[in-house]
C-alpha cells in the first residue's frame, strides 16, 4: 500500500528553498505521528535537508529509501533509482515524504493521501503539481487551527 502525506497552502505551494514555508506543530506532529517507524521514500533533497534538521540524531523512520539518479552512498537509507519501477514493485506498507518530483513520480500509484490542507498564504518556490482530487474519496477530516487534517482513498 502506497501512501503520501504532505501539507500545502491554498495556492498548492508546498516549499520554500528546500524547507517548509511555515512552522505549524500541529502538522510536525501529525507527520511525525504518521510516518513514524514506518518504511519512507524520499527524494535525495528532502533526505539532505532532514538530515540537516536531525544534525546527529538518527531519522525516525524505519527503513529509509531515496530516490537520487546519481550514484549515492546512504549511511542510513538505501538508493532508489528508478522510482516509477521502484513503487509499482513495491510490496509492503510505503509512504512517500517528499519532495514535489517524488509526488509528481508516486502519486497515480498512491492509495492513500495525507494532505494538511493549510488555509492560509505563504511565500515559496515549490508548488504540488496540480492533479484532480475528486479522483481520490475523502474519508476523513479534521479542522484544527487554520489547518484541514484530510485523508482521500483511491
Known amino acids: 500500500m502506497i501512501k503520501s502525506i504532505w501539507a500545502m497552502d491554498v495556492n498548492w505551494l508546498i516549499g520554500k528553498d528546500n524547507e517548509l514555508p511555515w512552522h505549524y506543530k500541529e502538522d510536525l506532529a501529525f507527520f511525525k505521528e504518521k510516518t513514524q517507524g514506518k518504511t519512507v521514500l524520499m527524494g535525495d533533497a ?4 532532514l ?3 536531525y544534525k546527529t540524531k538518527p531519522l525516525p523512520y524505519g527503513k529509509i529509501y531515496v530516490a537520487n539518479l546519481v550514484d549515492e552512498v546512504y549511511p542510513d537509507a538505501t538508493l532508489v533509482k528508478d522510482v516509477v519501477d521502484f513503487v509499482k514493485n513495491f510490496k509492503d506498507e510505503l509512504w512517500i515524504i517528499g519532495g514535489k ?4 513520480l ?3 500509484y498512491a492509495d ?4 494538511t490542507h493549510v488555509l492560509n498564504f505563504h511565500e515559496g518556490n515549490v508548488y504540488f503539481t496540480k492533479f484532480n482530487l475528486s479522483d481520490y ?15 482521500y482513498k483511491k
Request: aromatic fraction near 16%; proline fraction near 3%.
Open 106 to 108: 508516486t502519486l497515480p
Open 101 to 104: 518530483m517524488i509526488y509528481q
Open 112 to 115: 492513500i493521501l495525507y494532505i
Open 137 to 151: 474519496k475523502l474519508v476523513e477530516k479534521r479542522m484544527s487551527n487554520g489547518l484541514i487534517f484530510a485523508t
Open 46 to 49: 528532502t533526505y539532505r535537508s
Open 51 to 53: 538530515k540537516s534538521y
